[in-house]
């Protein structure tokens, strides 16, 4: 069965600080990976996909990179912003439905 | 082009009453997947559906809840003689067909039983 962890579970940092977040997963075999984040009583915003064959992938400050034989998937994080707060969900995609991790809680203070 | 629609976005069930949520896929998505979030847990899968058809229900408890996917109109979740352990976040996700393909998801609805 497919588990996925999340370190740390919540992070503060201020505010122009690069920052990188932790997801390992115990079965290799996947399709894909997914990082989202989350607002407080808000829905999922999808913001990096990383299929099993990439490495890495980038968006703007965001930068997701995949190493699949070691089950592990970090999100870096550039010039944190405020905005940046919300939590962070790493979510593996072993077979039809995506297994998600508990998340890491990110604070970024002004 | 709209995103996944989900609603109603807030909804109070006395105890016993029955829990009916919408999804509406983003268009161009046959697959709809259902995800129930609790409080201070993390998203737990439920079911996965194509158009008349469920395909993967081994995250649905087993007693009141069911789901549906009709051909025409939205993906509905239906929990039946609510209970307050049902209180949670219901999030919806929609994908293309095909494996290596990301999900789209919907805002929530935060059922709360009373």
């Known amino acids: 069965k497919q588990e996925v962890t999340q370190i740390p579970a919540a992070l503060s940092v201020p505010e122009g600080e690069n920052l990188v977040l932790n997801c390992s997963f115990t079965d290799s075999a996947i399709y894909n990976l997914q990082w989202f984040r989350q607002d407080p009583g808000k829905g999922l915003t999808s913001l990096l996909l990383i299929q099993s064959s990439q490495r890495e992938q980038t968006s703007g400050r965001l930068n997701a990179s995949l190493d699949k034989s070691s089950g592990r998937s970090t999100l870096y994080i550039a010039a944190s912003q405020p905005g940046d707060s919300a939590t962070y969900l790493c979510?593996?995609?072993?077979?039809?439905?995506?297994?998600f991790g508990s998340g890491t809680q990110l604070t970024v203070l002004p | 082009n709209a995103g996944v629609m989900q609603n109603p976005r807030h909804l109070v069930r006395r105890r016993g009453q029955e829990a009916r949520l919408r999804c509406s896929p983003m268009k161009g998505h046959s697959h709809v997947y259902w995800y129930r979030q609790l409080p201070e847990e993390g998203l737990k899968f439920m079911v996965y559906?194509?158009?008349?058809?469920?395909?993967?229900e081994s995250g649905m408890p087993k007693e009141r809840f069911s789901a549906e996917f009709p051909k025409e109109g939205p993906s509905i979740l239906r929990i039946q003689q609510v209970v307050r352990g049902d209180s949670a976040a219901y999030f919806c996700?929609?994908?293309?067909?095909?494996?290596?393909?990301?999900?789209?998801f919907g805002s929530g609805t935060r059922l709360t039983v009373v």
């Open positions: 559906l194509q158009k008349e058809n469920i395909i993967d």
């Open positions: 979510a593996v995609k072993p077979d039809r439905q995506l297994t």
């Open positions: 996700a929609s994908s293309p067909p095909g494996v290596g393909v990301g999900y789209t």
